[in-house]
């Protein structure tokens, strides 16, 4: 094995212990911030309503990333398309895919007891990342 060989095994190692705590959490919050700006994205939660704007899951304790995946990938389906929805919805899903935030128990599917409209889904996003964030 010559240097060459070691040193980028070594510099491997130390991109997969960086990324094996990656949880993009400026980044969601920033957009989650911009959509809890954007009043487009909000509508009430009707249970029995098959609109477009139906409820979201507010996931429970260790099942939050794979709730985020679900309700934004409803959002992406059921609203006008939305680049930064769109972007969280890929971010959600490769974090879940790759198991690449630590802090976030890895449930693969989404529990939930009660459900919300975008808002509150959005503010369980927020929440959820500024606890990651301290």
């Not at 899951?57 to 929805?85: Q, Y």
């Amino acid at each position: 094995m010559n240097a060459s060989m070691l040193s980028y095994i070594l510099f491997s190692c130390l991109l997969l212990s960086v990324q094996a705590e990656y949880c993009g959490v400026r980044e969601i919050i920033r957009y989650t911030q911009r959509l809890l700006d954007d009043s487009s994205v909000s509508c009430p939660c009707r249970q029995t309503a098959t609109s477009s704007c139906s409820c979201l899951p507010i996931p429970e304790r260790g099942h939050e990333l794979a709730c985020f995946v679900d309700g934004t990938k409803h959002l992406m389906e059921n609203t006008s398309s939305n680049p930064v929805i769109t972007r969280l919805y890929w971010t959600f899903q490769a974090l879940l895919d790759r198991s690449l935030c630590k802090r976030l128990a890895h449930g693969d599917q989404c529990q939930y007891e009660t459900k919300g409209n975008v808002k509150e889904f959005l503010k369980k996003i927020m929440t959820t990342y500024q606890e990651i964030d301290k």
